[in-house]
Structures are given as structure tokens and as C-alpha cells.
């Protein structure tokens, strides 16, 4: 077998470049950077016959690696021309991620539906959400409509009921408005210790028919009580929290600004010994009535909830001349 030393190619390679091969290729390698294939390309062999020479030399190749690497920082004797300046793209927006940062009402409306019946959590990937579930779709659909959501509606049925409800899903993933959130005083699993946010004047009638749609209740009808043939007026209007502190809040808040009267509403726990009630008697219920619809725009307050009302003053005023 001829050695590589007495190879012509190897003496022409020498005599053209005025230098000893093994040089010549250690210099080309480590100090130009040149691989294999280019030092085949340069000197018109080919790229194994190079790979072999570097062996038989004992001269010791790069890695892989650091070629990438190079390549990728665009450095060495082969430069490619340079990349052009990336465009940023504007990421996609599925809803109005500054909602809750200045108070309007609109966001009044939908921070006290939110302290009602929304939720907000962290997944176990570390993503942030922020949840409304009702089972009144009207809600929900008015709140993806005041956060100019694209986001879709689920549904879903809550078995547990008897007439198995249908119940209706708005989820929006952002660590920006979970934030502005918490800096409004709501947090996760709030049920039982959540507490008034400080609310300007101006937007409290608008937080707190929020609150009345998620977490309110209110029943007109007429009964007839056992052993008399008269029927009665029945009209309850009540709002129920798992925190006693929101409710004896939200009391005081209404007793300044709705003229309601201190001692025909009152707080107490429920039946269950699970949650309080704030409940209203008959004339302070238009009285509170009064105060959340005055200036209510449409579409937001809950069209079923404001009918009963609606009706209650009507037969009030038509038969007892309330």
C-alpha cells in the first residue's frame, strides 16, 4: 500500500501551496475553520479522501457541534449573506387583556358578576385563567361580549340537578388581567374570604347589579297560606356569599348610598349553616331595585332578574297603590 507521504496528489497539494500538507490542513481546520468539505472543495478532492488524509495524519477533527454554532453566528471564511431584521408580529388578541385596569362601567358590572361567580387559577403548567360559569347564558354572553372576547362558549350539564341544568363556560387565559385582579382584592378560591373591593361611588350601582346577577335572588309570586282561601303577595330579594364580612360590607355600602334601611335588611346565616344571606323587605327591595336599574344600560343587567322586579312594581302599584 503506498503511503501517504509518496502520494502525488499529496506532492502537487504541497508544492501549490508552499507548505506541508499536515500544516496546511491543521490550519485550514483549526484556524480558519474550514471543514472537511470545504478543504475538499479548495484544493479539487474529494471530502472523504480529505476525512481519511486527517486520520492517516493524526490531525485531530472539530466537532460537529461547534461547526453549527459557527455557522449559526455567521463566522469564518464561508459567510453567507446576513439575515434580514425579523418583523415582529403582533400576537394575536382573543380579548381586551386591559379590561380590568381602569374603571369604567362596564368593568364595574362585570368585577362584581366576577365576585359572584367567577373563579381564577394557575394550572399546573403555569398558566393563568380567569372563569365565569353560569347557568344563565345571557351572562355569558354579555361578559364575552364587554371583554370583546373571541374566546368560545362551552356548555356543559350539571347532573346533580335534578332537571340536569345546562350550564354555560367563558375561559380566558391571562396572567395580565389575573394580576389586575388581584390588585382589585379578589384571589383564587375567594368564596368564603373574599372581601368589598374599594369601589369608586360613581361605579358602585354597576358592581353591585354584577353581583346581583351572579350571586342575587329575587321571587315574587302570589301564595296562599294553609287554611285561607286569600292569596298573598309574596317578594324576597336576597344576595348569599360563603363570607359574611362581603355581605355586612356591601349592607353598610347600600345603607349610604341606596337609603336602605337598616333595620328592615339584615345578614344571617343560612339553613345550611353553609353561607350568609343578606335579605330585603318588601320596600326596600324597590328601593334597591331603583338604585341598580336607574342609569342601566342595555344589555347589561340580567333581563330576567330586572322583569321580576318590573312586575312586582306593577302589582304593587295596581293593587296596593305602593
Known sequence: MQKIAD?????????????????LFYDWHWKENLRHKEI??????????????????????????????LNLLNV??????????KIKKEGVLFANIDFFKKWTREMAYILGYFAADGSMYRNSRGAYFID???????????????????????????????????????Q???????????????????????KLPAIPKQYFADFVRGNFDGDGCVKFGLHIK??????????VTQFSSGSKDFLVSLLQ????????????VYVKQDKKGESYVLLMSIKD?????????????????LRRKYNIFQGAKEYYKKNLGA
Not at 43 to 50: A, F, L
Not at 76 to 85: D, E, F, N, Q, S
Not at 138 to 146: D, H, Q
Not at 257 to 264: E, F, N, P
Open 172 to 194: 380566558i387565559g391571562s396572567k395580565e388581567m389575573f394580576n389586575d385582579l388581584l390588585k382589585l382584592g379578589l384571589t383564587p378560591r375567594k368564596s368564603k374570604i373574599i
Open 7 to 23: 502520494s502525488q496528489r499529496i506532492r502537487d497539494i504541497e508544492q501549490k501551496w508552499q507548505g506541508n500538507v499536515k500544516q
Open 285 to 301: 327591595s324597590f328601593r334597591f331595585s331603583e338604585f341598580i336599574y336607574r342609569d342601566a344600560e342595555e344589555n347589561v343587567f
Open 253 to 264: 355600602k347600600l345603607q349610604e348610598y341606596a337609603l336602605i334601611r337598616g333595620g328592615s
Open 132 to 170: 365565569f360559569v353560569s347557568t344563565d347564558k345571557e351572562l355569558i354572553v354579555n361578559a364575552k361580549r364587554m371583554f370583546g372576547s373571541r374566546h368560545t362558549i362551552s356548555e356543559s350539564f350539571l347532573t346533580c340537578c335534578p332537571n340536569h341544568k345546562k350550564r354555560y363556560r367563558l
Open 76 to 85: 469564518g471564511l464561508r459567510r453567507g449573506p446576513k439575515a434580514k431584521p
Open 226 to 235: 294553609k287554611g285561607r282561601r286569600k292569596s298573598n303577595p309574596v317578594f
Open 40 to 69: 475538499a472543495e479548495k484544493i479539487g478532492i474529494p471530502r472523504p479522501t480529505v476525512t481519511k488524509w486527517f486520520k492517516n495524519l493524526g490531525i485531530y477533527s472539530q466537532a460537529r457541534e461547534r461547526f453549527t454554532n
